[in-house]
Each structure stands twice: as C-alpha cells, then as structure tokens.
C-alpha cells in the first residue's frame, strides 16, 4: 500500500503549500483518480510519490517503508510511473530495446528479460510495432510502450498523469481496459485526469484535490 501521511510541499519562494496536509491510500488492485483545477498540485503529487521530489515534511511509505532514504532507482522499483508525454520517456533505437532496458539495467539473466519483454510487448498488443522506432508510433502506441517498460520491471504499483491526453477514444478504451486488466493482477494504479468519462469507467474511487 502507498501511503501519504500529513503531506506537506511548497516550491522555494512560494508563500503556501501547493500540497497542504494531504493523507491518503492507494492499495495493490484499486485504480485511483486524482482530479482537480489546474494548478492545484495533482502532478507535484506524481513527483512526490515517484521519489523526484521530496515532501517539505510528513511522509510517504511503500508498503510500509519510508521513501525518504531510497534513491530514484529503488523508488523505482516499486512505483512505475508512465508521465504526461510518452515520449519523454522513449529513447532506445527500438522498442524492443525500450522494453529490455530497464531490466537489462536490474542485471537479470537473458532468459528473464525476454519472457518478461516477451510478456508486456505481447499484453499491450506491440508485436508487430516490436523493432520500430519509439519515434514513429502513435500516441496511443507510444503510451503503451511505456506502460510495457514500466510493468515489465515488476513496481507494485504505477501512477500516470494524464495518460488519455492525446488519445482518440478507442486508445482510451484500450488504455481503460488495460489498466483494469492489471489492477486484477493486484497491481495498485493511480492516474491523474480530468477526463471524466474516463473516470467514471475505470477508477474505483476518485480524489479531489482543492
């Protein structure tokens, strides 16, 4: 379970918290939106959840564990985060590659890191897109090839920020279902939106942020 406990942040300079007091859950196998007006700290709260900021006090666990002492890539390891802009994240000659990189980096045997590229490549329906380059894909595409380099490297749990942006409604759907495919899993998901369709269908609860 990712937990917030009494969460506080604020940018240098600023004159109030951005993120004022926030408590709160996610449990492996739930899929939880997190909405609000713009500007009121729901992709601070990726970043602060991924490990790429730090709270200015409170704290948050994975599973327990107080993320203040872990580094980027142990965070990592348990949070997969899929950000705004797919293509931020994609930059590997193919997609192949994309998928085995990370693994390649957590030193696990060649026969692992294919059936696990094998098994995320295959789940988001890429094999034909297998040795493209991430460049030349579609939006949709492009969202799912991160989601098969996150997942494939095993987190517990993965938040995206905004992850409909861009898409055209049958890539919604297919994002939708996956992600309802992999919360059965246990795999606990938060996602930041302001689609409210999109909410409606596929989250379990919903957190507004003010």
């Not at 059936?115 to 595409?141: K, M, T």
Request: with cysteine; charged share 30%.
């Amino acid at each position: 379970m990712i937990t917030l406990e009494d969460v506080h942040f604020s940018y240098p300079k600023a004159e109030h918290d951005l993120i004022d007091g926030l408590s709160g859950e996610i449990r492996p196998g739930e899929r939880v939106a997190v909405t609000g007006k713009n500007g009121c700290g729901k992709t601070t709260l990726v970043r602060l959840i991924t490990g790429i900021l730090r709270p200015s006090s409170g704290r948050i666990l994975i599973d327990g564990d107080d993320i203040a002492p872990l580094d980027l890539f142990e965070i990592g390891k348990r949070v997969g985060c899929v950000f705004q802009d797919p293509s931020r994240q994609l930059f590997c000659a193919t997609l192949d590659e994309e998928v085995r990189y990370g693994l390649v980096n957590m030193g696990l045997p060649e026969d692992e890191i294919r059936r696990r590229a094998d098994r995320y490549i295959g789940f988001f329906r890429l094999q034909h897109r297998r040795d493209a380059f991430p460049g030349l894909l579609s939006q949709g595409e492009k969202q799912r090839a991160v989601l098969a380099a996150v997942l494939a490297m095993g987190p517990r749990y993965i938040v995206l920020d905004e992850p409909t942006s861009g898409l055209d409604m049958e890539a919604r759907e297919d994002l939708g279902n996956a992600l309802k495919e992999l919360s059965a899993e246990g795999c606990g998901i938060m996602f930041v939106s302001h689609e409210r369709s999109f909410i409606d269908r596929f989250a379990d609860r919903e957190w507004v942020m003010r």
